[in-house]
Protein backbone atom coordinates (compact mmCIF):
# COMPACT_ATOMS: atom_id res chain seq x y z
CA UNK A 1 0.00 0.00 0.00
CA UNK A 2 1.46 3.28 -0.91
CA UNK A 3 2.45 5.94 1.67
CA UNK A 4 -0.54 8.77 1.84
CA UNK A 5 0.66 12.19 1.36
CA UNK A 6 -0.75 15.61 2.30
CA UNK A 7 -0.03 18.97 0.39
CA UNK A 8 -0.79 22.32 1.96
CA UNK A 9 0.18 25.66 -0.05
CA UNK A 10 -1.67 28.67 -0.38
CA UNK A 11 -0.73 28.41 -4.40
CA UNK A 12 -2.45 26.36 -6.29
CA UNK A 13 0.05 25.93 -8.95
CA UNK A 14 2.61 25.46 -6.35
CA UNK A 15 0.70 22.55 -5.30
CA UNK A 16 -0.19 21.48 -8.70
CA UNK A 17 3.49 21.53 -9.47
CA UNK A 18 4.25 19.45 -6.94
CA UNK A 19 1.78 16.71 -7.48
CA UNK A 20 2.95 16.60 -11.23
CA UNK A 21 6.92 17.01 -11.09
CA UNK A 22 8.03 14.95 -7.67
CA UNK A 23 7.73 11.02 -9.12
CA UNK A 24 5.48 9.95 -6.06
CA UNK A 25 5.45 6.40 -7.30
CA UNK A 26 8.95 5.52 -7.05
CA UNK A 27 9.05 6.31 -3.56
CA UNK A 28 5.92 4.27 -2.73
CA UNK A 29 3.72 7.52 -2.76
CA UNK A 30 0.75 8.76 -3.75
CA UNK A 31 -0.24 12.46 -3.03
CA UNK A 32 -4.33 11.75 -1.60
CA UNK A 33 -5.05 15.60 -0.46
CA UNK A 34 -4.00 18.81 -0.78
CA UNK A 35 -5.12 22.04 1.09
CA UNK A 36 -4.85 26.00 0.67
CA UNK A 37 -3.85 27.01 4.10
CA UNK A 38 -3.15 25.32 7.65
CA UNK A 39 -6.48 25.59 8.91
CA UNK A 40 -8.26 23.26 5.36
CA UNK A 41 -4.77 21.30 6.30
CA UNK A 42 -5.61 20.72 9.92
CA UNK A 43 -9.27 19.48 9.22
CA UNK A 44 -7.67 17.42 6.05
CA UNK A 45 -5.29 15.93 8.06
CA UNK A 46 -7.96 14.86 10.72
CA UNK A 47 -10.12 13.18 8.50
CA UNK A 48 -7.59 10.88 5.93
CA UNK A 49 -4.63 10.53 8.62
CA UNK A 50 -1.38 10.69 5.81
CA UNK A 51 1.66 9.41 7.02
CA UNK A 52 3.39 12.42 5.44
CA UNK A 53 2.76 16.19 5.48
CA UNK A 54 4.00 18.45 3.34
CA UNK A 55 3.45 21.98 4.25
CA UNK A 56 4.24 25.82 3.32
CA UNK A 57 5.35 27.85 6.29
CA UNK A 58 3.96 31.02 5.48
CA UNK A 59 0.08 30.86 4.84
CA UNK A 60 -3.08 32.34 5.36
CA UNK A 61 -5.06 31.61 8.41
CA UNK A 62 -2.71 29.37 10.48
CA UNK A 63 0.64 29.15 9.05
CA UNK A 64 2.99 25.82 8.15
CA UNK A 65 4.78 25.87 11.65
CA UNK A 66 1.39 26.03 13.76
CA UNK A 67 0.02 22.52 11.51
CA UNK A 68 3.02 21.13 12.14
CA UNK A 69 2.88 21.32 16.11
CA UNK A 70 -0.98 19.97 15.74
CA UNK A 71 -0.46 16.93 13.87
CA UNK A 72 2.79 16.10 15.74
CA UNK A 73 0.86 16.40 19.12
CA UNK A 74 -2.15 14.18 17.60
CA UNK A 75 -0.04 11.71 15.35
CA UNK A 76 4.02 11.83 16.51
CA UNK A 77 4.35 9.15 14.02
CA UNK A 78 3.55 11.55 11.43
CA UNK A 79 6.25 12.44 8.98
CA UNK A 80 6.05 16.79 8.58
CA UNK A 81 8.09 18.22 5.70
CA UNK A 82 8.64 22.14 5.64
CA UNK A 83 8.14 24.10 2.26
CA UNK A 84 9.54 26.97 1.18
CA UNK A 85 10.85 29.44 -1.00
CA UNK A 86 13.92 30.58 0.80
CA UNK A 87 16.44 29.03 3.61
CA UNK A 88 16.18 30.23 6.70
CA UNK A 89 18.28 28.99 9.51
CA UNK A 90 15.36 30.53 12.15
CA UNK A 91 12.52 28.82 10.45
CA UNK A 92 14.52 25.35 10.16
CA UNK A 93 15.44 25.49 13.93
CA UNK A 94 11.48 26.41 14.89
CA UNK A 95 10.88 23.32 12.63
CA UNK A 96 13.08 21.12 14.28
CA UNK A 97 11.77 21.37 17.62
CA UNK A 98 8.60 20.51 16.83
CA UNK A 99 9.76 17.43 15.38
CA UNK A 100 9.66 18.08 11.91
CA UNK A 101 11.39 15.13 9.18
CA UNK A 102 13.20 18.04 7.14
CA UNK A 103 13.06 21.23 5.22
CA UNK A 104 13.12 22.23 1.31
CA UNK A 105 12.97 24.69 -1.56
CA UNK A 106 9.45 24.67 -3.41
CA UNK A 107 11.69 25.62 -6.01
CA UNK A 108 13.69 22.57 -6.60
CA UNK A 109 10.79 19.68 -6.61
CA UNK A 110 13.55 17.89 -9.11
CA UNK A 111 16.59 18.39 -7.15
CA UNK A 112 18.01 14.76 -6.02
CA UNK A 113 17.79 16.26 -1.97
CA UNK A 114 14.06 15.73 -2.64
CA UNK A 115 14.76 12.73 -3.86
CA UNK A 116 17.49 11.16 -0.94
CA UNK A 117 14.78 12.69 1.86
CA UNK A 118 11.91 11.06 0.60
CA UNK A 119 13.53 7.87 0.16
CA UNK A 120 14.75 8.36 3.60
CA UNK A 121 11.35 8.75 4.67
CA UNK A 122 9.79 5.89 3.21
CA UNK A 123 12.19 3.78 5.00
CA UNK A 124 11.49 5.10 8.23
CA UNK A 125 7.87 4.88 7.55
CA UNK A 126 8.60 1.22 6.60
CA UNK A 127 10.15 0.41 9.71
CA UNK A 128 13.01 -0.40 8.20
CA UNK A 129 15.49 2.51 10.05
CA UNK A 130 16.26 0.78 13.55
CA UNK A 131 19.79 0.01 13.21
CA UNK A 132 22.64 -0.83 16.37
CA UNK A 133 23.85 1.93 18.44
CA UNK A 134 27.29 1.31 17.59
CA UNK A 135 26.87 1.85 14.04
CA UNK A 136 26.49 5.36 14.83
CA UNK A 137 30.34 5.60 15.08
CA UNK A 138 30.81 4.56 11.79
CA UNK A 139 32.51 8.15 9.97
CA UNK A 140 29.79 8.06 6.93
CA UNK A 141 26.93 7.74 9.22
CA UNK A 142 28.13 10.46 11.66
CA UNK A 143 29.45 12.56 8.69
CA UNK A 144 25.89 12.51 7.26
CA UNK A 145 24.06 13.05 10.43
CA UNK A 146 26.89 15.99 10.90
CA UNK A 147 25.34 17.97 7.61
CA UNK A 148 21.85 17.47 8.68
CA UNK A 149 21.86 18.85 11.59
CA UNK A 150 24.17 21.90 11.17
CA UNK A 151 21.67 22.81 8.14
CA UNK A 152 18.90 22.22 10.26
CA UNK A 153 17.20 19.31 9.36
CA UNK A 154 17.78 16.77 12.09
CA UNK A 155 19.39 16.14 15.83
CA UNK A 156 20.68 12.97 15.42
CA UNK A 157 23.72 13.93 15.31
CA UNK A 158 23.78 15.63 18.95
CA UNK A 159 23.71 11.43 20.21
CA UNK A 160 26.58 10.76 17.98
CA UNK A 161 28.58 13.56 19.12
CA UNK A 162 27.85 12.61 22.77
CA UNK A 163 29.15 8.78 22.03
CA UNK A 164 32.04 10.39 20.35
CA UNK A 165 33.29 12.19 23.21
CA UNK A 166 33.32 10.02 25.34
CA UNK A 167 35.20 7.74 22.28
CA UNK A 168 37.01 8.57 19.62
CA UNK A 169 36.68 12.42 20.32
CA UNK A 170 37.63 12.27 24.00
CA UNK A 171 40.42 14.73 23.68
CA UNK A 172 38.02 17.52 22.77
CA UNK A 173 36.93 17.24 26.27
CA UNK A 174 39.93 19.09 26.90
CA UNK A 175 40.86 22.75 25.89
CA UNK A 176 40.23 23.36 22.09
CA UNK A 177 39.20 25.39 19.06
CA UNK A 178 36.97 24.92 15.91
CA UNK A 179 38.80 26.52 12.80
CA UNK A 180 35.52 27.15 9.94
CA UNK A 181 37.39 26.90 6.17
CA UNK A 182 35.95 28.45 3.44
CA UNK A 183 36.42 27.64 -0.68
CA UNK A 184 37.80 24.32 -0.07
CA UNK A 185 36.28 22.20 -3.19
CA UNK A 186 33.09 19.82 -2.43
CA UNK A 187 34.51 16.39 -4.09
CA UNK A 188 35.80 13.50 -1.84
CA UNK A 189 39.02 13.43 -3.94
CA UNK A 190 39.80 17.04 -2.47
CA UNK A 191 38.73 15.53 0.97
CA UNK A 192 41.45 12.80 0.60
CA UNK A 193 43.97 15.33 -0.55
CA UNK A 194 43.25 18.04 2.30
CA UNK A 195 43.38 15.31 4.73
CA UNK A 196 46.96 14.05 3.90
CA UNK A 197 48.31 17.91 3.87
CA UNK A 198 47.07 17.90 7.72
CA UNK A 199 48.22 14.74 8.94
CA UNK A 200 51.80 15.84 7.16
CA UNK A 201 51.59 19.36 8.88
CA UNK A 202 49.94 18.32 12.23
CA UNK A 203 51.64 16.21 15.02
CA UNK A 204 48.74 16.44 17.42
CA UNK A 205 45.20 14.92 17.35
CA UNK A 206 42.39 16.81 15.04
CA UNK A 207 39.31 16.15 13.40
CA UNK A 208 38.29 17.38 9.97
CA UNK A 209 34.26 17.65 8.69
CA UNK A 210 33.48 18.25 5.33
CA UNK A 211 29.98 20.15 4.29
CA UNK A 212 29.84 21.58 0.78
CA UNK A 213 32.89 23.69 0.39
CA UNK A 214 33.10 24.45 3.62
CA UNK A 215 35.69 22.33 6.32
CA UNK A 216 35.65 22.75 10.16
CA UNK A 217 39.22 21.59 11.23
CA UNK A 218 38.94 20.75 15.31
CA UNK A 219 41.98 21.05 16.99
CA UNK A 220 43.49 20.78 20.58
CA UNK A 221 43.76 24.95 21.50
CA UNK A 222 47.16 23.98 22.40
CA UNK A 223 48.50 24.30 18.43
CA UNK A 224 46.43 27.57 17.88
CA UNK A 225 49.88 29.45 16.13
CA UNK A 226 50.86 25.90 14.40
CA UNK A 227 47.09 26.23 12.45
CA UNK A 228 46.85 29.58 12.01
CA UNK A 229 50.62 29.07 10.12
CA UNK A 230 49.86 26.44 8.08
CA UNK A 231 46.42 28.03 6.86
CA UNK A 232 48.53 31.08 5.94
CA UNK A 233 50.49 29.08 3.43
CA UNK A 234 47.06 27.43 2.40
CA UNK A 235 46.00 30.58 1.37
CA UNK A 236 49.27 31.57 -0.77
CA UNK A 237 49.08 28.68 -2.47
CA UNK A 238 45.02 28.80 -3.32
CA UNK A 239 43.87 25.92 -1.50
CA UNK A 240 41.89 27.65 0.73
CA UNK A 241 39.81 31.63 0.85
CA UNK A 242 38.93 32.30 3.90
CA UNK A 243 38.79 31.21 8.11
CA UNK A 244 37.41 32.30 11.06
CA UNK A 245 38.07 30.81 14.64
CA UNK A 246 36.85 31.75 18.35
CA UNK A 247 38.39 31.31 22.02
CA UNK A 248 39.13 27.93 22.88
CA UNK A 249 36.47 25.76 24.79
CA UNK A 250 35.50 22.51 25.67
CA UNK A 251 32.53 19.92 26.39
CA UNK A 252 29.81 19.06 24.32
CA UNK A 253 27.32 22.04 25.05
CA UNK A 254 30.28 24.59 23.77
CA UNK A 255 30.76 22.29 20.86
CA UNK A 256 27.52 22.55 19.87
CA UNK A 257 27.11 26.00 20.11
CA UNK A 258 30.68 27.17 18.66
CA UNK A 259 29.90 24.90 15.53
CA UNK A 260 26.22 26.18 14.95
CA UNK A 261 27.44 30.13 15.45
CA UNK A 262 30.62 29.63 13.22
CA UNK A 263 28.13 28.31 10.28
CA UNK A 264 25.30 30.63 10.74
CA UNK A 265 27.54 33.18 10.84
CA UNK A 266 29.31 32.12 7.41
CA UNK A 267 25.44 31.25 6.08
CA UNK A 268 24.38 35.01 6.88
CA UNK A 269 27.50 36.52 5.28
CA UNK A 270 27.01 34.43 2.39
CA UNK A 271 23.29 35.06 2.08
CA UNK A 272 23.41 38.81 2.09
CA UNK A 273 26.57 38.35 -0.54
CA UNK A 274 29.22 39.69 1.97
CA UNK A 275 33.06 38.23 1.17
CA UNK A 276 35.04 39.10 4.44
CA UNK A 277 38.37 37.59 3.55
CA UNK A 278 40.75 41.10 3.08
CA UNK A 279 38.67 42.95 6.19
CA UNK A 280 40.09 43.84 9.24
CA UNK A 281 39.06 42.55 12.62
CA UNK A 282 37.23 45.59 13.20
CA UNK A 283 35.20 45.70 10.12
CA UNK A 284 34.50 42.07 10.47
CA UNK A 285 33.55 42.91 13.57
CA UNK A 286 31.13 45.79 12.13
CA UNK A 287 29.67 43.78 9.25
CA UNK A 288 27.97 40.95 11.96
CA UNK A 289 26.98 43.83 13.90
CA UNK A 290 25.11 44.98 11.39
CA UNK A 291 23.29 41.65 9.53
CA UNK A 292 22.62 41.09 12.97
CA UNK A 293 20.53 44.38 13.50
CA UNK A 294 18.71 44.53 9.83
CA UNK A 295 16.06 44.89 11.97
CA UNK A 296 16.84 47.87 13.63
CA UNK A 297 18.32 51.34 12.83
CA UNK A 298 21.92 52.06 12.28
CA UNK A 299 23.94 55.04 12.50
CA UNK A 300 27.72 55.13 11.33
CA UNK A 301 28.78 56.12 15.15
CA UNK A 302 27.00 54.02 16.88
CA UNK A 303 28.85 50.67 14.66
CA UNK A 304 32.51 52.85 15.05
CA UNK A 305 31.46 53.16 18.61
CA UNK A 306 30.82 49.15 18.91
CA UNK A 307 34.46 48.68 16.98
CA UNK A 308 36.56 51.21 18.92
CA UNK A 309 36.81 54.05 16.39
CA UNK A 310 35.75 57.01 15.70
CA UNK A 311 33.22 57.70 12.83
CA UNK A 312 35.93 59.05 10.33
CA UNK A 313 38.77 56.10 11.06
CA UNK A 314 35.71 53.73 10.67
CA UNK A 315 34.20 55.45 7.79
CA UNK A 316 37.31 55.34 5.73
CA UNK A 317 38.74 51.63 6.63
CA UNK A 318 35.13 50.46 5.99
CA UNK A 319 34.96 52.15 2.49
CA UNK A 320 38.94 50.68 1.42
CA UNK A 321 38.30 47.45 3.11
CA UNK A 322 34.44 46.42 1.39
CA UNK A 323 34.48 48.70 -1.72
CA UNK A 324 31.60 50.99 -0.51
CA UNK A 325 30.58 53.15 2.60
CA UNK A 326 28.57 51.43 4.80
CA UNK A 327 25.45 52.95 3.85
CA UNK A 328 25.26 51.44 1.25
CA UNK A 329 26.66 48.02 2.46
CA UNK A 330 23.63 48.21 4.91
CA UNK A 331 21.03 49.65 2.05
CA UNK A 332 22.22 46.73 -0.12
CA UNK A 333 21.51 44.04 2.51
CA UNK A 334 18.80 45.62 3.60
CA UNK A 335 17.02 45.51 0.05
CA UNK A 336 18.10 42.06 -0.03
CA UNK A 337 16.11 40.86 2.94
CA UNK A 338 13.10 43.31 2.10
CA UNK A 339 12.92 41.09 -1.81
CA UNK A 340 13.10 37.72 -0.24
CA UNK A 341 10.44 38.94 2.08
CA UNK A 342 8.19 40.72 -0.62
CA UNK A 343 8.55 37.61 -2.64
CA UNK A 344 8.44 35.14 -0.29
CA UNK A 345 5.70 35.80 2.57
CA UNK A 346 2.29 37.48 2.79
CA UNK A 347 3.81 40.31 5.48
CA UNK A 348 2.11 43.67 4.61
CA UNK A 349 4.37 46.48 3.38
CA UNK A 350 4.31 48.43 6.99
CA UNK A 351 5.44 44.72 8.44
CA UNK A 352 8.40 44.61 5.87
CA UNK A 353 9.10 48.10 6.48
CA UNK A 354 9.60 47.50 10.15
CA UNK A 355 11.62 44.09 9.80
CA UNK A 356 14.35 46.15 7.68
CA UNK A 357 14.76 48.51 10.22
CA UNK A 358 12.63 51.76 8.20
CA UNK A 359 9.71 51.17 10.07
CA UNK A 360 8.04 54.39 7.97
CA UNK A 361 5.81 52.47 5.62
CA UNK A 362 5.78 55.51 2.79
CA UNK A 363 9.87 56.36 3.85
CA UNK A 364 10.38 52.85 3.07
CA UNK A 365 8.47 52.73 -0.22
CA UNK A 366 10.21 55.82 -1.26
CA UNK A 367 13.80 54.20 -0.20
CA UNK A 368 12.79 51.00 -1.98
CA UNK A 369 12.04 52.43 -5.14
CA UNK A 370 15.25 54.21 -5.43
CA UNK A 371 17.04 51.28 -4.83
CA UNK A 372 14.87 49.03 -7.14
CA UNK A 373 13.18 51.17 -9.69
CA UNK A 374 10.42 49.96 -8.76
CA UNK A 375 7.71 50.04 -5.47
CA UNK A 376 7.56 47.33 -3.19
CA UNK A 377 3.79 46.56 -3.94
CA UNK A 378 4.73 46.49 -7.52
CA UNK A 379 7.86 44.08 -7.05
CA UNK A 380 5.62 41.65 -5.36
CA UNK A 381 2.79 41.57 -8.11
CA UNK A 382 6.05 41.30 -10.91
CA UNK A 383 7.38 38.56 -8.87
CA UNK A 384 4.21 36.53 -8.26
CA UNK A 385 3.59 37.30 -11.98
CA UNK A 386 6.93 35.47 -12.91
CA UNK A 387 6.53 33.02 -10.49
CA UNK A 388 3.26 31.51 -11.77
CA UNK A 389 4.43 31.33 -15.62
CA UNK A 390 7.34 29.63 -14.48
CA UNK A 391 5.24 26.79 -12.57
CA UNK A 392 3.04 26.93 -15.33
CA UNK A 393 5.74 26.26 -17.73
CA UNK A 394 7.50 23.63 -15.89
CA UNK A 395 4.08 21.55 -15.12
CA UNK A 396 3.12 21.85 -18.85
CA UNK A 397 6.64 19.89 -19.58
CA UNK A 398 6.04 17.17 -17.65
Known amino acids: MNIKVMIVDDEVLVRRGLKAMVPW ?37 MD ?13 QTKVLLLSCHRDFSFAQQGISLGVSGYLLKTEFQDEEWGTLLEKLRT ?9 EKSRERPDEWKREFGAWLTGLSRDFEQSLSSLLQSHWSWMNDSMRVWLLEGMGSSANCEEQERAWITRELDSQWEWIACGDIRFLLTPASTGRQVESLLVEWKLAGKVTSWETTSPFAGLEPWIQTVRMLYQRTERARKYGVIQDPWQEPIKQAV ?14 EVASQVGLSRSHFSVMFKKGVGESFGEFLDKRRVKMARAMLDETALSIQEVAERVGLPDAKYFSKWFKK ?26 QT
Open 124 to 132: ELAGESARP
Open 371 to 396: CTGMTPSHYRFKQKEESSRTIVHSTA
Open 288 to 301: HYALDRLDTPLTVS
Open 25 to 61: NRYGMEVVADAPNGRKGWETFLQIQPELVITDIVMPE
Open 64 to 76: GLELCRRVKEHAP
